[in-house]
Each structure stands twice: as C-alpha cells, then as structure tokens.
C-alpha cells in the first residue's frame, strides 16, 4: 500500500515540476504573468507531494514495513526509533529522496518569497529552480526509486550502515549539509534568470546574495559538523582528512564564500559582474559534483555508497549543467557587463576584495585538482596513485593564511581611493597587537612558524573586526552626543547586515586559531596497560580500571574505563568504547573526549584483549580544538543574522552614519 | 556570444567530464588482484637512516613482504602493530620484510616507528617512482611477492592476518 502511495506521490511531484518549469520559462520569455503565478502554483504541488512521499517513507520506516524496497535495506526492528527516523538519509535511494524534499522545501520558500516582486526575473527563477527538480523526482521515480514493492516481504532487515549510527550527530550533519548542497539550486537559478533575462537590477543582485546566504549557513554549519562527527566518531583524533567527499563540501563552500564577497562589489560598484555570476553557477554546479562523488561511487571514500546505476545518470545531468551554464554564461555575459572603471587603487578595499576572490579561486582550484588528480592519471597513464594529505596542506595552508591575512586588511581599507598615510594609520593598532602576539607566542616557547604567523593574522583581524563594529556606534556618539552605550546600541542595530558580517568574521577568526593550534601541536601518544596499571601520556597520567561488555538490542560493546589526572588533580573517568555491530565484520572504535578550551584529551582504543587483559589506548591530545567548534557556531549566529529578513526599505535606510566610507553591507 | 568565455569554458568542463566518465570503468575495490601474477617491479631504494641500498634483484630466491605505509595514515597505524609482531617468526624462516614510506618525511616515518614499533628497515621513496610502479593507490598497501620475483598477493588498506600468514605459509 505504502509501495503504490509513494510511488503516485512521487508521479505526481515529476509532473507538477515539468508543469511548473515549462510555465516558468515561458513567463520569463512571454513576461506572461500568468504563467508565472502557474509556475509558482507548480512550486507548491510539487513541495505537498514530495513531503507526501517522505512522510510515507518514514512511516513506512517507523513501522518497519518490509515490503517498501528501500526499508529492507536499511531497517531493522532492533534499531532504535531515532535510527529509524535517520534511517531515511542513511543510504542511497532514501538520500536521493530527502533531496527531492528538500528542493521542495526551498521551491515552496522560493514561490512564496517571489510571489509579488522582481518580475522581470522571478518566473524565470522558478522555472529552473523546477528544471533541477524535474531531475530529482525523475530520479527517484526511476533508477533510485525507494518505493518499489518487495514481495513476499522479508520478515527483518539488516538496519543502516553501522558508521552512520554509531552517533548522534547523525540525526544533523546530513540535513544541515543537504539544506546547503539543496539552496545552492535557488541563487543558481536566479543566476541563469539574470542571464537570460539579459539584464541585473540592483534589487536582483541584492536578491541574489540574500538567497546565497541561507544556503551558506547551512553548508558552513554542516561542514564544521561533519569535522566533529568524524572527530567524535572515527576515531583518529582528526577533524578533516581531505577525504574527497569532505573536499566536495569544501569546493562550493569556497566559491560560494567567494560570491558572497563579489556580490557585494557588484551591488555597490556595477562590477564583476561575470565573475560574480561564474562563481554563482560554479558553486551550484560543485555540489553537484560533489554529490555524484558521493553517491556514484567513482571515489574510494569513507562516504561512498556501493556502485550504481545512479551514476551515469547523474553524470550527465552534471554534464548537461556544465555546458548550461557555460553557453549561457558566454551567450549572455557581454549583454550584462557595461564597459567599467577599472579598480581604484592598489591600497583600497576593492583590490583586497579582488584578492580575496583570487586566492579563493585558487584554493577552489587546488582542491579541486588534488580531488580529480587521482582520476585524472588513471585515465592518462593507467597508473593509480593517491594524493595524500602533505599535497593538500602544502598548497592549503598558506593559501588558508592568506585568506585570514585578507580578512584583516580588506576590511581595514577604505573603498575607492586612499592616502596612504590614512591606510598607516589604520594598520597602526591591529599592527601593534599582531606584534604582540609573535611576542608573546615567542616568549611562550612556540616556534611553529604556520601556526604563529595564523595567530598573528589573526590578532590583526579581530582587532580591525572590533574597530569596525564599533565604528557605526562612535561615529553615532561622536555625532550626536548623548550617552556613549546608547549610542553604540543605535549603531549597532541600524547596521544589522555590516555586524552580521563581522560576526562571521569573528567566527573564522575562531576556527582559523583553533585549526593552527590542534594542527601545530598535536601529539600523540600509545599505551599498553593492564587493568589496574597507570601510563603517561603527555602531563596526563591514565590508570585503566578495567572494562565491561555491554549489550544492547542492534550492538555489543566493550567499554574501557580510565582514569585521568594531570598532576595530582583528578579530572575524572574517560570511558572510550569498542562497538561491535552484527552487520560489520570489524568493531568500530568510538573515542571519549575531555574538551576544554585549552586542550583536549582524546582517548580511542586500539585493541581490547580479554585473553592477556590487555587495553592499547592511542591518547591524542590537541590543543584548541573547542574553539572550532565555537567559531562555527558564532559564524552560524552571523549568518542568521545577516540572512534575517528585513522589513522593506529598512536595509536602505541602514546607510550607516559614519566616518569611515563604509555603508551597510561593508563586510560579510 | 563571448568566445572566450565559451572556450575557456569548455577547456575546464570537457576534460573534467571525460574524466569522471572514464572513473567508470573501475571499481575502486576490485584493485587488489590486477597486481597479482604480475612480475614484482624492480626497484632499488635507499634505505632510512642506514644510507645503504636493497635491491629487489638482490633478494632473489627469498619471499619479500612489502608494506607501503605513511605517518599520516592512520589504518597504517592500526595494522602496524601487527605486522611488527608478527615479522620476527618468518624472518627467521628467510622471509624479507621492508617498510616503504609513502608520501611522507624521513623524521616523520621515524617517529611513527618509535611509536608503533620497528622490527624491518624501511625504504624512502622521495619521488614516489616507486609506489607508481607498484600501483600504489593509496595507504596502506601490502604485497607479498615469491623467490622468483612474482606478486603472490596484494593487500589494500590493512593486511588480512588469516590471509597473511596462509599466504607466507604456502611460499616456505
């Protein structure tokens, strides 16, 4: 019954997406307005039937109904109910259809934010937001069709992958990072809406970043997830690996940041518009690269799926959207771009902002080859090869410094033209405190060159962050007078979008600190005990007090206990664990942390052996790494509060009083 | 139409394309037996911290184990251990164990032997040739090769003990 419901469901939601694109464009050629509250009716039909589908999924998994195909490969009556609900992400077919959902989702927000403004674009926009939609449904009413009857019907099933529900964050790394992969689908069609209309209005552009902004946050937060599901998960004490599944969630959000930034050139200066518009359809089209690297199977990774007939298919909806974009791009592009004034001058926010764009073009493009490369000498040589983690970190690290250097001296300069002793003097005091810290590091007895210079940038760029939120406010109290904390609050709040951006500024900040630190002094350290007996391990001294086998309905699981002390202080029982699950040949180590701000202390067992009563325990201890995790939550609060939408008029209005030629979109 | 745009374009989205589509004709996982009855390729490699050299031809007539491992791998870490304990007893019955550092610094791979145990000499491979040559396609790699220099046996990702000892077993 459930197999028949999703699979009309489904039909129906392919259909409302044909329907819809063809209205959609033809209201975008014609200016028909009738097509396009068509197009947008569309947009609704195709958001209740594909949530229809997913709620009979998930009922369909709640209730462990075994005769839905996709049930029986990832459900299993002892898997607990959270693992259930999940249980729709956690492979193949059910992945594809919670994509499916969620570009519902946006379609749905997108018809209703559209509804009654930017004619001249917004039917167009829906009309490809509907032609990517077309695809997924076709998708999932075709090769990946999760509802297809299975008969007779097994009487269990073997649950999802063990890896994928050995924890928590399960439940929000995938949606957060579908939520960003997904959005990319809106500004991309708005993208093409501007080059097919032939033209950008400065409300459209604005439109355009404020689309790209959700979709960001979403990437932002579920790549910093996902370093800490791995590093709670896999065991290794690492955050990121440079795994090519983990490099496909990086490329779009490296040219979408990129965007973010042009964007702004091109809404307050009319320029860059080609570029800005090339990284827009690149980011959209990245993610779908990135998911046919996940899902196809091409890439040895922790995160492929089996091999499959979704490959292809996908293959060349990737290279259908790539010659899109190119022959639109390249048909379209001189109808778009005025002949322009060059860049002001080589000491001016607009040439650290172009800078910014390059060096993220470039870190896009050294991913992206360390990514391909692999495949790449394959196809010329025969040979296979793998390119390592030193390839990555040679080129990405000072790459990655450059982007925190630019962080701290773009918005330290002043658009358009500047004297250079006005420059001076605005490097003066983030200067003074970079000095400090190489300082103090130095004094500290550090002697990392990397990750000394990332704290030193770093200081530069929290300070000019600070003197750049707080300037709306002076410039209020200098201005106006009255009481200095009014003030600052008045300029705060009518800059909402300008603070936004630094708060996200902040938030790199954090994250930048955190990776040099856990990266320049990580150690790692292995211990051989017996139960009763006490290890070194860096200052902390571990005791094993012995281990205890627990079992529960889907796992057993060999718990070790330690206990931790630095000095004479005792801070306690680390409990890592070894889990077994009955699908998996291997047991799976799960680590237990102490995290603080300084410091943390990772425990992951090796081996338990009950024969000789033997623990190996490998202890990492990394400084800093709490501040990753912090600094992404802070660029989360950042985004929301850029994205936040404001009243009409209200943004314009925000035009800071300041005395710093910095308005209300000065940074993000 | 802006022809540059259009070409620029095409240089980066056609190659990338062809690429993807050739990924294809693989499976990643079915690798391991391409090498296997295949001729062992020679090398002569330098060996870490001794300044001395061992040559594949030199080791004629003897069984060779030749694990591919890096510092930064961690399932490297994870069956290193093993390997360790288990070297001494073939040793003894003539076969050769040789490390190969892969893609990685002399002091590093040092340092991840004083941690996780050295019971064979290592071999640098500082432009990689050799891994090339062996398909090395990531870490870690094993390969077990006869006295007549013929790949017996090849392991991607950690060795399989049963396999492992059944492997060197058959060859003595």
């Given amino acids: 019954m459930i197999s028949l419901l999703g699979r009309a469901a489904i039909l129906v939601a392919l259909a409302a997406c044909v329907v819809g694109a063809i209205a959609g464009i033809w209201g975008g050629v014609t200016r028909s307005a009738e097509a396009a509250r068509w197009s947008r009716w569309m947009a609704w039909a195709f958001f209740a039937a594909v949530a229809a589908a997913t709620g009979l999924m998930e009922y369909a998994l709640l209730t462990h109904d075994f005769s839905v195909h996709y049930v029986t490969e990832v459900g299993s009556r002892s898997s607990p109910t959270w693992v259930s609900i999940v249980s729709l992400w956690s492979s193949l077919e059910g992945s594809i259809l919670f994509w499916a959902f969620v570009l519902g989702v946006y379609a749905a927000g997108q018809a209703w934010w559209t509804r009654s403004r930017y004619p001249e674009h917004s039917a167009y926009a829906m009309g490809m937001t509907l032609l990517v939609g077309v695809f997924f449904c076709y998708l999932v009413a075709g090769v990946a069709n999760p509802f297809t009857l299975v008969d007779p019907a097994p009487a269990d099933g073997p649950g999802p992958n063990p890896l994928l529900q050995n924890h928590i964050l399960m439940v929000i790394h995938p949606p957060a990072l579908y939520l960003g992969y997904v959005g990319m689908t809106v500004p991309f069609a708005m993208g093409a809406a501007a080059l097919l209309a032939g033209r950008i209005t400065p409300s459209w552009s604005r439109a355009l970043r404020n689309a790209m902004l959700v979709p960001w946050g979403f990437l932002t937060a579920g790549i910093i997830l996902g370093g800490w599901w791995s590093y709670d998960v896999l065991g290794w004490g690492g955050y990121w690996a440079w795994d090519p599944v983990e490099n496909a969630s990086l490329l779009p959000w490296l040219t979408s940041t990129a965007f973010v930034h042009s964007a702004m050139l091109m809404e307050r200066k009319d320029q860059l518009k080609g570029w800005t518009l090339t990284l827009l359809m690149a980011s959209f089209l990245l993610t779908i690269l990135g998911t046919f690297m996940t899902r196809s199977g091409v890439f040895n990774s922790v995160h492929s799926f089996t091999q499959t007939p979704i490959g292809p298919v996908f293959l060349a909806f990737l290279a259908l959207c790539l010659v899109f974009s190119v022959v639109l791009l390249a048909a379209r592009i001189d109808k778009l771009t005025p002949p322009q004034e060059g860049l002001s001058g080589p000491a001016s926010r607009d040439t650290a902002f172009l800078a910014q764009n390059l060096v993220f073009a470039a870190l896009t493009f050294t991913v992206l080859l360390g990514t391909v490369w692999p495949l790449l000498n394959e196809a010329m040589s025969g040979e296979q090869i793998s390119v390592g983690e030193p390839y990555f970190n040679k080129w990405g690290v000072p790459l990655g410094f450059l982007i925190v250097f630019l962080m701290g001296v773009g918005p330290a300069l002043p658009w358009g033209r500047a004297s250079g002793s006005a420059v001076v003097q605005r490097f003066l005091v983030p200067l003074g405190v970079a000095a400090v810290v190489v300082g103090g590091s130095l004094a500290f007895g550090l002697r990392q060159p990397w990750p000394i210079a990332v704290f030193a940038m770093s200081g530069f760029a929290l300070v000019v962050s600070l003197q750049e939120m707080a300037a709306p406010g002076l410039a209020r109290w200098r201005g106006k007078g009255g009481s200095l904390v009014g003030a600052m609050l008045e300029g705060t709040l009518r800059t909402r979008r300008r603070q936004a951006g630094y708060v996200v500024h902040l938030g790199v900040i954090l994250v930048a600190i955190g990776v040099a630190a856990s990266s320049g002094w990580r150690h790692v350290h292995e211990l051989t005990l017996v139960e009763g007996q006490t290890g070194q391990a860096g200052r902390y001294t571990l005791t094993y007090l012995g281990h205890e086998l627990e079992r529960e309905a889907h796992r057993t699981a060999s718990v070790a206990r330690f206990h931790v002390a630095v000095d004479d202080r005792e801070l306690g029982v680390l409990s890592p664990r070894m889990n077994n699950y009955e699908a998996m040949g291997r047991p799976l180590p799960s680590p237990d942390v102490r995290s603080v701000p300084a410091e943390d202390l990772y425990l992951s067992l090796v081996q338990v052996d009950p024969k000789s009563g033997t623990v190996s325990v490998q202890a990492v201890i990394q400084p800093m790494v709490w501040w990753i995790w912090v600094g992404g939550l802070v660029m989360a609060v950042g985004t929301v509060l850029a994205a936040w939408p404001s009243r009409p008029g209200a943004s314009r209005k925000a035009g800071a009083p300041t005395g710093a030629p910095a308005g209300a979109e000065g940074a993000a | ?172």
């Fill in chain 2, 1 to 172: 139409m802006n022809w540059r745009v259009l070409i620029i374009g095409a240089l980066i989205v056609i190659p990338l394309v062809v690429v993807l589509a050739l990924g294809f004709g693989r499976d990643p996982r079915a690798l391991p037996n391409m090498m296997e009855g295949q001729p062992a390729p020679a090398f002569a490699q330098e060996v870490m911290d001794q300044g001395t050299q061992i040559a594949l031809a030199d080791l004629r007539g003897r069984p060779v184990v030749l694990n591919f491992y890096a510092s930064w791998c961690v399932p490297c870490a994870q069956e290193h251990p093993w390997l360790v304990k288990t070297a001494p007893g073939y040793q003894q019955r003539g076969v050769v164990f040789l490390g190969v550092l892969y893609q990685d610094e002399p002091a590093k791979g040092k340092g991840f032997l004083r941690r996780y145990g050295e019971a064979y000499p290592t071999l640098l491979d500082p432009t990689g040739r050799m891994a090339i040559d062996y398909g090395v396609a990531g870490v870690p790699e094993t390969y077990i090769i006869d006295g007549q220099g013929t790949i017996v046996k090849k392991f991607t990702g950690p060795v399989v003990p049963d396999e492992f000892v059944a492997t060197l077993e058959a060859l003595l």
